[in-house]
């Protein structure tokens, strides 16, 4: 019943009409009425065949603008594990660690994960190493040996990354070795394509490379009509030409050749301005775009080799790319952003700052770097081991936050820690996740509640429920959760600014009733939903059964007829867990580091106060 409980929100029956499409919740079973005119509303559980050996309870008190859920259930996995995590307006924060039986298909395993990003430096190393048992993995050993290592370094004008791959293994072969080795050039507004290719043809492929000239003239045709469009011309070399039939009727091919494509960079500036010109989002004159589509194709082509071969049981892999002059191309891809009409308010502000961005990283002269080295190796001894190295850093960091200070950009804080290893027949993990930017909490929820009203597949409900989740201003959240002893438990609460966002959903989803408190506990197998102003102090039993939310199946309990104590949310348990003051609703909280768990989980809190009243269905 806990998991109907908490997940209410998107089950049961409804009741189509309101105003907000929000569904509608059943008649109450009992309704108690006081002199007031107020009154609790009885939902009673009347699933017979719950089997939910734990608890569950969940509020929601519209006055404190509080949500709060707390679930305890038993688990067949002897797992111990905690995890914690915490969302403030200004960030996040997460921690957690578990222990479990070490599966039999790991002999030995070790991992660490260090990184941190503030004013001074920006910098992340990682490495793992894992032994398998192949006698218990048997599919490690269809690899040998595998390798891969490489560099990737980037700045605002350059970018370069080389790398290879191998890999033995002992898989059936497929055909006959087959590779590429491809090299392009740069020179003068032309380029040359050196091809080595060795590849296996099917039947309908030979006719294009059976001989020499069927080669050339298949690529010709091909790459003479790119240049033609471009205004460019396409000369084709043929080097070296093998071709091997075979009884299917197809073949095998290794050929050598040279394309040289020559004054095709003027041909692609005006394909590129003629379709910046007939963009009708763009406003731009003929000859901007033609200046625009120049700097475009300013960037230089440094370097670009790429090759493999696929052998009977090898793989073998790599590449160097390189390319330079990149501001001039990233200041026109500006200039164009700008250019657009009638751009959206929000994203004229995030491309303001993107824009900034780019210029501090110029004026530092950021250069960021990252590696990698990966090796894998069966030894032979029913083992495979795996190791993997990582490390990122940034040149010039500091100099760029600074540049990013003087445009009041604020600079992200990151850090990271994580660490596993084995002790005899366990796996411990532990991990320490820290996440600091101002405004963190409100940018988030605003990009999120965008995108749902971009979603042409979203309903209006959502999108009417998302808005108002953005609207009540989250303010803090926390989740926690324990697994100890056979036992989970999760515990999770959320405070917001103004709840009173969602009064006209709640009031919706109770038929027009305002909704002050909601509780549900699977112990009492009742749920509680607390409403003022229900009927005048005056009223009679015939005036409380005129509304909506009571049928003749319900128990009405007028005042003078009940002396029952309703419970309530525990306010005490929530703000201990919260860390907040629940007498003090109206203030805003000044502690950075306050807890949260999530816009998201939040929102699947407040869609299930909306439909609560639906959970014994």
Known sequence: MAVVLITSGIAGTAVAGSETGIDQADPADEVFVTDDGDAVLLYEDEDEDDDLDGSAEFGLDASESVVYA??????????????????????????????????????????????????????????????????????????????????MVSSADEFAMEGDLSVSHIMPA????TGLDLTITETDGSYAVDVSQQDTLQPFEVDQWETEADAKAALEAEY?????????????????????????????????????????????????????TNDPELDISQSDAEEVAADILAAELDAFEFSYAIGEN???????????????????????????????????????????????????????????????????????????????????????????????????????????????????????????????????????????QNDPMMDDEAVALATAFEEAELELAKFDLDMDDGTITMEAGATFDDISAFESHLSDAYHGLTVEHVYADTDDEAAYVYA?????????????????????????????????????????????????????????????????????AALVAMLSALGLARWHN
């Open 532 to 600: 003022t102003g229900m009927v005048d102090a005056d009223a009679t039993e015939d005036d409380v059964r005129e509304h909506a939310i009571v049928d003749d199946a319900t128990t009405v309990h007028m005042p003078g007829e009940w002396d029952e104590e309703h419970p309530r949310l525990d306010m005490g348990q929530v703000t201990e867990f919260l860390g907040t003051d629940a007498t003090d609703s109206e203030t805003e909280s000044e502690d950075d580091g306050l807890p949260g768990f999530g816009a998201v």
């Open 224 to 276: 003479g009509a790119i240049a033609q469009e471009l205004g460019g011309d396409a000369t084709v070399t043929i080097h070296d030409h093998e071709f091997d039939a075979d009884t299917a009727g197809g073949g095998y091919i290794d050929v050598e050749y040279t394309i040289e494509l020559e004054n095709v960079k003027d041909g692609l500036e005006q394909l590129i301005a003629d379709e910046l």
């Open 314 to 452: 090898t793989v073998d892999a790599e590449w160097d790319i390189a390319f330079s002059n990149f501001e001039t191309t990233a200041m026109a891809v500006l200039d164009l952003v700008d250019a657009v009409d009638e751009m959206d308010e929000g994203f004229d502000d995030e491309f303001d700052d993107y824009a900034e961005m780019y210029e501090a990283q110029v004026e530092a002269d950021l250069t960021q770097t990252s590696t990698w080295d990966l090796r894998y190796e069966a030894s032979g001894a029913n083992e495979a081991t795996l190791t993997f190295d990582y490390a990122s850093n940034a040149e010039n960091w500091e100099e760029y936050t600074d540049e990013l200070a003087e445009r009041d950009i604020d600079s992200p804080a990151f850090a990271i820690d994580a660490t596993a290893t084995t002790d005899d027949d366990e796996v411990s993990v532990e991990m320490a996740l820290e996440f600091t930017q101002e405004e963190f909490l409100e940018t988030a929820i605003n990009a999120m509640v965008q995108d749902l």
């Open 70 to 151: 707390l679930i305890s259930d038993d688990i067949e996995e002897d797992i111990d594990a905690a995890f914690s995590f915490a969302l403030g307006e200004d960030g996040m924060e997460s921690d957690g660690s578990f222990v479990a039986d070490r599966p039999d298909a790991i002999n030995d395993f070790s991992m660490n994960a260090d990184g941190e990003q503030n004013e001074e430096t920006n910098e992340l190393d990682a490495d793992l190493e894992l032994v398998l048992d192949t006698q218990e993995f048997p599919e490690a050993d269809f690899v040998q040996s595998a390798t891969s290592s490489g560099e």
């Open 174 to 177: 497929e055909g006959s070795e």
